[in-house]
């Protein structure tokens, strides 16, 4: 994955936002002594132009620390908050986190929102919102292959198009029934292991191929042990299904359509959190840069507790 944050930018912008953070911080402390809506008009207006500068840079995770924060003073603002003084609390939590969060991104050069997760998921509560998970907030950037021209298309072209489909899409119905517990797990995983190496063949340089290519390394993990066979994995795996239909109504054409980003970046999640990747899933960790999309619990806890300190306006 491309490291799309601008590390410069931030550096001309990180005193800016910080003085704006203390801007609304202070109008928030007005609020909290005499609740005045000119107070929190001005407290939402300064998140909102943080919120906006952090967009800008593409820090996504501190973007969505204050876009929370931002919504928050909204439903303050509306009445819709029961707990004041649990909001008020939350609010300044996040405007001790934020800065600190911004700090460690630009010093160790990377963003992971699954630090802020905790006090995100607090900021929803506290307007009745519903949580976000790990996957909500797992975004590796999937770089699409470009599409075939149509004299790379005319190469690829098999002479029984139709048919391999059709033949493939009837395997993987048949190899992902035989994947409940009652029946030969291993040798429909084979099956299946088949069915996306032909796909892999068949689409080869294509867009598309960076589904067939997730899932044969999923199936590749299932078949050694090192992803777990679930309803939920098998239900995303039967999505390919529907990519396979369209290449049927589409032809070879179809393949310079990649698979939905949803779909690629859920088979993905599973393998960013494998605990003994195979040697196929390690490269598609390393091509996705997956160990910085998700990264493990002991090095989000260590980070969560760099937040629990104090700021540097503190310590001075």
């Not at 107070?39 to 973007?63: D, K, N, P, R, T």
């Not at 997760?117 to 907030?137: C, F, I, K, M, V």
Request: with cysteine; charged share 25%; hydrophobic share 45%.
């Amino acid at each position: 994955m491309v490291d799309r944050h601008d590390y410069v930018a931030l550096e001309w912008v990180k005193d800016e936002i910080a003085d704006t953070l203390k801007q609304a911080r202070v109008a928030l402390e007005g609020y909290a002594r005499q609740p005045a809506a000119q107070a929190l008009a001005q407290c939402l207006e300064c998140i909102h132009q943080v919120h906006g500068s952090l967009l800008m840079v593409e820090f996504y995770g501190a973007a969505l620390l204050a876009e929370e924060m931002e919504k928050l003073v909204v439903a303050l603002q509306q009445g819709r908050v029961s707990q004041l003084d649990e909001a008020l609390r939350l609010l300044q939590q996040a405007f001790n986190q934020l800065p600190l969060y911004l700090d460690r991104a630009h010093s160790a050069r990377r963003d992971w929102p699954l630090v802020v997760l905790p006090l995100l998921n607090d900021l929803r509560t506290a307007r009745g919102e519903a949580l976000l998970s790990e996957t909500s907030l797992f975004s590796p950037d999937l770089h699409t292959l470009p599409e075939l021209a149509p004299a790379a298309l005319a190469h690829l072209r098999p002479a029984e198009w139709p048919h391999q489909i059709l033949a493939l899409r009837h395997a993987l119905h048949d190899a992902l029934q035989g994947l409940l517990p009652e029946d030969d797990m291993r040798a429909n995983l084979e099956r299946l292991a088949d069915v996306f190496a032909q796909l892999e063949s068949l689409c080869q340089g294509a867009p598309i191929n960076a589904l067939w290519k997730v899932a044969s390394a999923l199936v590749d993990g299932m078949l050694r042990g090192r992803v777990a066979n679930s309803p939920a994995l098998r239900s995303l795996l039967s999505e390919s299904d529907k990519e396979l239909k369209r290449l049927l109504e589409q032809g070879i054409e179809g393949v310079n359509q990649p698979a939905p980003d949803d779909l690629i970046t859920s088979l993905l999640f599973y393998i960013a959190k494998a605990e003994q990747p195979t040697t196929k899933m390690l490269a598609l960790k390393t091509r996705y840069e997956l160990d910085e999309a998700m990264p493990d619990a002991a090095m989000v806890d260590e980070e969560r507790a760099r937040l629990a300190g104090p700021d540097r306006d503190a310590m001075r």
